[in-house]
């Protein structure tokens, strides 16, 4: 939450599964073999990519009625050059320029994926490796990531804020974070708009294209002019390159499988097919409702401020399971943000006198089980104060760059190794790394993009672990980033959830967090950001964080938590009721602008409970600009649940729904469905404790005449039953066919 509220403010793995991690959203015929490794990877030979062609100095990729049409410059001695001619030669394309050759490596790793290499003895003196001219036909809308500029006076007080503002950028210019556009075609861009991936739709089905960020490049999407647009391979520095992977484009009739697919076959381009969401777990810290200290506090936290606000939410019996103390706490030089300059690693005695460690110690006698503390990627917004203690202790470590004091990316490890010590000695348990976009503007002409992040990413993650911390990265979504988080497995989802509350920023924090799931959940679980409880609507975004499944986290000021929106987030003990994938728009809106257009913003996941099936889970909000009503439905396909027999039940309202549920939102309304396999006379709904109603039932064995339900924990379960029920282990109250049982503890047993 503190990045941009002032900015204007590994080796391969296999699929493992875990708890709150199940099977992708999609059948794969991938998925019933064993999944290629990539390493040494040699692709599939050129004859055998269905649908490629080339001409004299362009390559056709076709499929599913899109055309995309490429031509390749390439940096061989200098500026880029135009090749003279391009020829397929058994599995390669051989281009000739005037000033030497390359070759292209065209390959299908997955069904539906076309991958695209360059391999040259090249040379660029501007950074720009390639510029891949492209143009995309055969589409009706589109789907855009932008990261070149924050909206114009985003954190100001205009309502309501007209989105998406576009406007012409410098060539270099981008920004933290990912916006999303949804729009007709591709005229009219700006020319130097810079986009990290787009989705096309038609009548047939979706294509993904994705550039690659490899080789101490940045990949990206750029220079739009009359309708077409170029993948640009940028470095940010000259130099000799010699393999780099350009793009890789995916169609199919799944929006969800043409994404996934693309980001696979990407990272297994680049060996780091483990670093994908899939192969990893999501860090115990994040499993639990956490508070942290930015809106609450803004950058004063003080130990008793912290303090105070925790010992407030615990009267109100919420427990909390994490504790992030944010910016703020530094022992700095003073200076206009982002001037400030860390001069030790102690925190400001004024505000914590004793430290940390007795503070993280008396935030655990508490019951919290784990603290963090924010930093930058930097170390602090300006880095490290010159002379000061912190200088002297990591002389050797540091570079100067534009007269700051930054982690010089080849020595990270040792850095991060001795801070991280420190914080662990004190009794930290996760870090959170902001500004990690300050890359790209702190080493451009002194070290390649690309291998700065990944430097400073393999530094910092590793000191992590060695250190048993883990990692919420933040202010990162840059593909020089996203493609470096090898083993951290979140990340912050979209721009700072903004106080003092403004409604048109509570529905743009939903909109931008909905849509950037998509790719974000590729690699890690969104961190749709905290939130305040007492936001005049916090119940839109309370039920979008039980949803999301990334970490659930508030920042309320101190006796002011709304304990009825904050207790259904989280078990009695604090941990988290998360569902099997994080949440992501429905394939009906996905190409809709629900902020611009009458439609309800509507974003799924799934619940999956032994001895019962799988549930589907759909939220709807009513995030219209202008505060008109909107209608729409939920059906089991929302969910991509198979066909079947299914009940809808309403969380807030009670209704129960067979196959279909119609509803209409009021301006900033919240709906919440489960939908639940029916397959006997009695159905479990789950328990009403908690947003995520199935995540309360353990498991279920069912018989013709019994059921026997395992609680997560006792609370108010609600079934459907058929007929008159006998009840053991609590009191049922029938209304209508709905029974709702008081559980005095964790088994059920329910009789006909």
Not at 34 to 48: H, K, M, S, T, V
Not at 160 to 180: D, F, H, V
Not at 501 to 511: E, F, G, I, V
Request: aromatic share 10%; charged share 25%; glycine share 10%.
């Amino acid at each position: 939450g503190s990045g941009a509220g002032r900015v204007e403010k590994q080796a391969a793995g296999v699929h493992h599964h875990y708890p709150g991690q199940l099977d992708p959203l999609y059948p794969s015929p991938l998925r019933q073999k064993p999944r290629a490794r990539y390493i040494n990877y040699i692709p599939r030979p050129f004859g055998l990519v269905a649908g490629l062609t080339v001409r004299a100095t362009d390559l056709v990729v076709e499929g599913l009625g899109f055309r995309l049409t490429l031509r390749p410059r390439l940096a061989l001695s200098g500026p880029l050059a135009e090749p003279t001619s391009m020829e397929a030669v058994g599995g390669e394309i051989r281009l000739r320029f005037a000033e030497g050759s390359a070759v292209l490596h065209v390959s299908e790793p997955l069904e539906g994926v076309t991958a695209i290499v360059a391999e040259a003895d090249g040379y660029s003196s501007d950074g720009v490796v390639a510029e891949v001219r492209g143009r995309l036909e055969g589409f009706g809308r589109l789907l855009l990531y932008h990261f070149t500029y924050d909206p114009d006076k985003y954190f100001g007080d205009a309502e309501p804020y007209a989105y998406p503002q576009l406007r012409e950028a410098g060539e270099l210019e981008y920004c933290p974070w990912s916006y999303p556009i949804h729009a007709a075609g591709l005229e009219g861009l700006p020319r130097n708009l810079k986009v990290s991936q787009l989705l096309a739709k038609n009548e047939r089905g979706y294509a993904f294209l994705l550039p690659v960020s490899d080789a101490g490049c940045r990949g990206y999407i750029s220079r739009f002019e009359g309708g077409g647009f170029s993948v640009m391979l940028h470095r940010g520095v000259g130099g000799r390159w010699r393999r780099v992977s350009l793009l890789v484009f995916s169609t199919s009739t799944s929006p969800y499988a043409a994404v996934e697919r693309g980001y696979e076959a990407a990272f297994g381009l680049i060996g780091k097919a483990g670093s994908l969401r899939r192969s990893k777990k999501l860090a115990e810290p994040f499993r639990y409702l956490g508070w942290c200290s930015w809106n609450a506090c803004w950058r004063e936290p003080t130990a008793d401020r912290i303090l105070s606000a925790c010992r407030s939410i615990a009267e109100k019996g919420i427990r909390l399971g994490f504790v992030l103390i944010d910016d703020g706490w530094q022992d700095e030089e003073a200076a206009p943000w982002p001037g400030q300059r860390i001069r030790r690693l102690a925190p400001d005695a004024r505000k914590f006198p004793a430290g940390f460690a007795p503070l993280v110690g008396e935030l655990k006698r508490m019951g919290i089980k784990y603290v963090g503390l924010w930093h930058t990627l930097n170390v602090h917004w300006g880095g490290v104060a010159k002379g000061s203690e912190l200088d002297e202790r990591w002389r050797g470590l540091l570079v100067e760059a534009d007269g700051y004091r930054i982690p010089d990316p080849a020595r990270a490890f040792e850095l991060f190794r001795d801070w991280y010590a420190t914080l662990r000695g004190w009794g930290f348990d996760f870090v959170k790394v902001d500004n990690q976009s300050f890359v790209g503007y702190a080493y451009a002409g002194r070290l390649p993009v690309e291998e700065a992040a990944r430097r400073l990413h393999e530094g910092l993650e590793a000191a992590a672990h060695v250190n048993s911390l883990e990692v919420l990265n933040c202010m990162a979504q840059q593909p020089e980033n996203v493609f470096n988080w090898l083993r951290s497995t979140v990340a912050r989802n979209c721009v700072d959830y903004i106080v003092p509350h403004r409604k048109s920023r509570d529905k743009l924090h939903l909109y931008f967090n909905a849509y950037n799931a998509l790719f974000m959940s590729q690699v890690v679980w969104p961190d749709w950001d905290m939130f305040q409880s007492h936001d005049p609507w916090a119940l839109q975004q309370a039920v979008a964080r039980a949803v999301s499944g990334g970490p659930v986290y508030i920042t309320d000021e101190p006796g002011k938590t709304v304990a009825e929106v904050v207790r259904p987030l989280a078990f009695s003990d604090g941990s988290l009721p998360l569902p099997d994938h994080p949440a992501l728009p429905t394939e009906d809106v996905l190409m809709r602008d629900p902020y611009n257009e009458p439609v309800p913003l509507k974003v799924f996941t799934r619940v999956s409970v032994e001895g019962v099936g799988t549930y589907g889970i759909v939220a709807a909000f009513n995030i219209h600009k202008d505060d008109a009503k909107v209608r729409g439905s939920v059906s089991p396909s929302d969910a991509l649940l198979p066909e079947g027999d299914y009940l809808l039940y309403e969380y807030f309202s009670g209704e129960l729904k067979s196959q279909r549920a119609e509803f209409e939102l009021e301006p900033m309304g919240v709906k919440l469905f489960v939908i639940a396999p029916r397959s006997s006379w009695l159905v479990p709904i789950g328990l009403a404790d908690i947003y995520l109603m199935p995540r309360g039932i353990d498991a279920a064995a069912a018989f013709e005449d019994e059921v026997v339900l395992m609680l997560r924990e006792a609370g108010t379960l609600v079934v459907r039953a058929e007929g008159d029920v006998k009840v053991e282990g609590g009191e049922g109250a029938r209304e209508g066919q709905l029974l709702k049982i008081k559980c005095r503890g964790r088994v059920v047993r329910l009789r006909r």
